[in-house]
């Protein structure tokens, strides 16, 4: 059962835009549904990371909003991180989902128990996964995710009952 969900940000929770404004201003699109998804996991009192190799500030405001458990930036070495966090938590590699889209994620990708690309991944990673997405980083590809993991592990009806 995956009771750890690990998500980079760029590409996977957003489109892997970044845009930035003339005051030094970063911007960054964050999907809903993914949100309500990670919400939701959140609330049914299981774990999720959001392990990044860049630093934002927006990162951190969005990890808050959706009750992330741990958040990790500016990390180079994803799989060496998340052999901490797996000691900390008690958990086993077979109990993580992550979801990454270019080669700074593929050596953790390759250690979890259930990998993920959305589907504008670099094929690289595509080739490495145990699962390609349909929809695009930043566009659904991390409530595909989660809702494919719910169902999976039995958890649908709780999760529907969250909201109902």
Known sequence: MIKLLVFDVDGCL????????????????FNVKDGL???????????????????????????????????Y?????????LEKILRDENLHWENVAAIGDDLNDINMLKSVGWSFAPNDGVELIKSSVTTV???NGGRGAVREMIDMIVEKDGLKEEFLKLWQ
Request: no cysteine; aromatic share 4%.
């Open 14 to 29: 957003t489109d892997g835009s970044i845009v930035y404004g003339n005051n030094q201003d970063e911007y960054k699109s």
């Open 133 to 135: 997405l349909k929809q």
């Open 73 to 81: 930036q500016g990390i180079k070495d994803k799989k060496m991180l």
């Open 37 to 71: 998804a990670i919400a939701s996991w959140s609330r049914l009192g299981l774990k999720s990371a959001i392990i990044t190799g860049r630093n934002s500030v927006i990162v951190e405001r969005r990890a808050k909003e959706l009750n992330i458990t741990h958040l």
